[in-house]
């Protein structure tokens, strides 16, 4: 996993480079940031991935833009970010915040199969709810024409995380300010029933189970 | 704020160009995703950020890579996104999220006088917690020599909105598929106080006032 790109220079304690605390992050970040270059400026679009396996497969949409440089690959960054809470130091200069994040470098290949194209869907869906693809209508022919994912090989990257109180200056210790954590989450509501949603069709066990 | 990179080919209905909108979305998003280009490479960093006025201030230590390339200005994308929930459609094809992002192309520029980056310090601070910084020892001379931040105009960008129910096809209306949408939002949970703090001291209103 390692590379001169991910050697973390700044902050190394708080680096991490082993699978299992990669897979972990971008399994449980909803949508992930993707940038690349395009007509040497940057460009970072937000969008849905699953991984699947070695590899992080991505809502081609993102990369519409890059199209061109989409046929043979595309030099990519996939960073995504969790948080955890705002960290409350007794000195400005000491707060942050607690989160998890993972950047990946590599190269995209675009899928073009219909069967992968199909299998990125099925990897889709079941990341926003495990459980939901068994339910839903599957794509047709010519949805998946009309569907673009990339993917790319989990090879390159490395996890930060920072967990824990503040760390103050010693001195600041007698200061009156109150410090901590104030710990934050994703909570999941009531789920609201599409309008147009025959009548009697109650929400699933796999969606109802979902709320925090 | 329009220009050719930010014209939003794809799905232009959802596309936004009003500062309004933006900028609500940049001040309530934690945290930003910052692009650049390190080495002809794509790179994207988590990063605090604050929006003061017509400029977005950057935690700089996201660009410590690129220093080099930071002295007159460097090339950036800034991405902010918020997640409002999933979107379980009848069919896989149409399954989505609902969510609120903001892309800025510019170029930012280092701060580098110390008053500066004490209002930087400021920002992101009251960005954290508003009405923290009246509490919090303020920075030395040498704490901001140690401080990089960067300022982007808000001068290039967009917004991009999906909300409300999932779009199915009219055939699909008649499956029996539960179809609707999970809202999501970000839960502030109960203060942890740090391990290290004086007896004595409870959490301000500034910071209880924040539990959800």
């Given at each position: ?42 460009a970072v ?5 699953a991984r ?161």
């Open positions: 996993m390692k590379s001169p790109r991910t050697k973390l220079r700044r902050l190394p304690k708080r680096g991490a480079h082993d699978r299992e605390t990669i897979d972990a992050i971008l399994d449980e970040a909803m949508v992930c940031h993707l940038g690349f270059v395009h007509d040497g400026k940057p679009i937000p969008t849905l991935h699947v396996g070695d590899e992080v497969l991505i809502h081609g949409s993102a990369a519409s833009r890059a199209q061109r440089a989409l046929a043979t690959g595309i030099d990519v960054c996939l960073t995504a970010t969790l948080i955890d809470g705002l960290v409350l130091a007794r000195s400005a200069f000491h707060h942050s915040v607690n989160y998890r994040s993972v950047v990946l470098y590599g190269t995209a290949r675009p899928l073009t199969e219909t069967e992968e194209l199909e299998k990125a869907l099925e990897a889709f869906t079941e990341k926003l709810v495990p459980g939901r693809w068994a339910d839903v209508r599957w794509p047709s022919r010519k949805e998946l024409k009309g569907t673009s994912a990339l993917a790319l090989p989990i090879v390159e990257g490395s996890a930060k995380v920072r967990t824990g109180p503040p760390i103050d200056d010693d001195e600041d210790h007698a200061l009156d300010t109150w410090a901590g954590v104030v710990p934050m989450r994703v909570e999941t509501l009531e789920p609201e029933p599409d309008p147009l949603l025959r009548e009697g069709i109650a929400p699933p066990q796999y969606v109802s189970s979902l709320v925090s």
